[in-house]
C-alpha cells in the first residue's frame, strides 16, 4: 500500500488592473501559448516579502505596469498535483484590485506571450480558470462601490 502524498501549502498574490477608457471599463489579461489561455497576473513572495510588495512586483513584472492598491480582493484556493514527486499543494493566492499610475503593457517581462486590455465583459468570457472570474466579479463590485461612494449614488 503506497503512502499519502507530502503536502505543500504555497502562497501567491496578484491582482485586478483596472482602468476606465473611452468611458468603457477594461482590465489586463496575461496571456500564454497557442490557443492563448488568459489569466490574471500573481505570483510568489520573495523572502521576507510581504503580501501586498509581492502583488505589486508581480503584476508590475508580468504585466509591464506601475500599479498602486486600491483594495482588497480575497483570496482563492485550489490544489494541484506534481505526480513525478509525489507532491499534492494546496495553494492559496491572494488577490487586490488596483489602478495603473504608469508603465506599459509592451513592457512585460517573457512569462507570458502577450499581454492586454480587455474590455471587462470580454475579459470574464476569456478568463481561463473559473476561480479567477469569481475574483474578477469581486473587482467589479468593490469598482461598483467606488463609483457609487465617490459620485454620492449606492448603485
Not at 123 to 133: G, I, R, W
Request: proline share 3%; hydrophobic share 35%; net charge negative.
Amino acid at each position: 500500500m503506497k503512502g499519502k502524498s507530502r503536502v505543500e501549502n504555497p502562497v501567491s498574490a496578484g491582482g485586478v488592473v483596472y482602468q476606465m477608457h473611452a468611458g468603457r471599463l477594461e482590465t489586463v489579461l496575461c496571456g500564454r501559448s497557442q490557443p492563448v489561455r488568459w489569466s490574471l497576473a500573481k505570483g510568489t513572495p520573495d523572502d521576507g516579502e510581504t503580501l501586498e510588495h509581492t502583488a505589486l512586483r508581480e503584476v508590475r513584472e508580468e504585466t509591464g505596469l506601475e500599479v498602486e492598491i486600491e483594495g482588497s480582493l480575497g483570496s482563492i484556493e485550489y490544489w494541484f498535483a506534481d505526480r513525478n514527486r509525489d507532491v499534492r499543494y494546496h495553494k492559496t493566492v491572494h488577490f487586490y484590485l488596483m489602478a495603473p499610475v504608469g508603465g506599459a503593457t509592451d513592457q512585460h517581462d517573457p512569462e507570458f506571450d502577450v499581454v492586454q486590455w480587455f474590455d471587462v465583459k470580454d475579459a470574464l468570457k476569456n478568463l481561463a480558470y473559473a476561480n479567477e472570474v469569481n475574483v474578477l466579479e469581486r473587482a467589479l463590485e468593490l469598482i461598483a462601490e467606488k463609483d457609487g461612494a465617490n459620485s454620492g449614488e449606492r448603485s
